[in-house]
């Protein structure tokens, strides 16, 4: 009799005591990367050749060139920083790339307002043949910790063997029990699926294998592909519904300024911010030309990026040559894309009234039929009258027409 009236009892403590486990171990940091992670990475540019010097110079460059007040924050070093494991197994710089040591480094780099990023792998051996993080999770996480680090990207190379949700949950708890949030980058370039299951261990999975500075094109490596803008972009068909505050698509790097042609660097730049992408710059912040400065730097076209409401941009139409995207923003404004995937220019014509636009994943439709927009032209500028009239453009190849629908 007694036992059965504790029953009740015995449950509600049971889960408490659940709730509480769950609470100490086995989650990840609460409000990270609300918005999509802004920042550098150094390995579209400089891939082998990273070192104290450089990603000193870059966060004064990120500084200095106005980056950091667009929202640039994070320093992000890539693979091949390593140097040996010390006795006890606790991973350490390469002396000779990183004289001074991680802690020096992460101190400097929060003088500036910044925060620094680091690269690890699930493997024994990260892509460069470097100390990868297997069987040293906890280790390399308290390491981390201590040395001030504010982001880790976790790739995949050596590991078909491995359980990629299992293995990118235990760094997960790893960073979880060091105590410093992190954001946490999931790189396994889509192989498993990590959209199903990325949000609960991270904040950002890469979609895709690695993008090359190429619009339209991709490269063969014999046993994997680079890949171009556009074809990058086709593979994220499906994937929107898994993004959103704190868990995002990752396309991969930005290539702006690392040989494109201009106008194909812009269109880049603006479907990236369609997708709601992690904007992680990839060129020379020490040496950028006013172009790539200026599409880098495009506020307009950052905010739509970095909109509150973190829906991921769809595309709307295609007839294989143009393409038309709409992103729902806060307070009820869209953006809009117009994409020419040719090398030949297009005209466009686009009359509001007989298009009926709506996103089952927001509830929200335009209603373009009853609702008057103004039109911002993010790139010119420009305000270009109202959607009352029909859109009547002439778009360059490998260019963009990015705009802004402002109720009115
Ligand atoms: C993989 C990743 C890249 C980069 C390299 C470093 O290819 O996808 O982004 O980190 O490894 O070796």
Known sequence: MLRENCWPIMKKILLFLCLACA???GQKFPDLALTPPMGWNS???FGNT???????QTADAMVSSGMKDAGYEYINIDDTWQGERDGQGFIRPDPKKFPSGMKALADYIHSKGLKLGIYSDAGAKTCGGFAGSRGHEYQDAQMYAQWGIDYLKYDWCGCEDLNA?????????????AGRPMVFSICEWGNN???EWGGAAG????????ICPCFDCKEDHGTWYQWGVLQILDLQAGLRKYAGPGHWNDPDMLEVGNGMAVNEDRAHFSLWCMLAAPLI??????????????TLMNKDVIAVDQDKLGI?????????????????????????????????????FFNWKNEKVGDDLSKRDTTFDTTVYRIRDLWTKADSGTTEKPLNAELPGHDVLMLRLQKQ
């Open 23 to 25: 609470s100490a171990f």
């Open 43 to 45: 390995w579209n540019k």
């Open 50 to 56: 990273v070192s104290e010097e450089l990603i000193r």
């Open 165 to 177: 949700k299992g293995a990118y949950t235990t760094m997960r708890d790893a960073l979880y029990a």
């Open 193 to 195: 699926k990590p959209w």
């Open 203 to 210: 904040n950002l999975w890469r979609t895709t294998g690695d």
């Open 281 to 294: 710059s990839g060129n020379d912040l020490r040496n950028m030309t006013k172009e790539t400065a200026e």
């Open 312 to 348: 991921e941009g769809f595309r709307y139409s295609s007839d294989g040559v143009l393409e038309v995207w709409f992103k729902p923003l806060a307070g009820g404004d869209w953006a809009m894309c117009v994409l020419n995937r040719s090398t030949r220019p297009q005209k466009v």
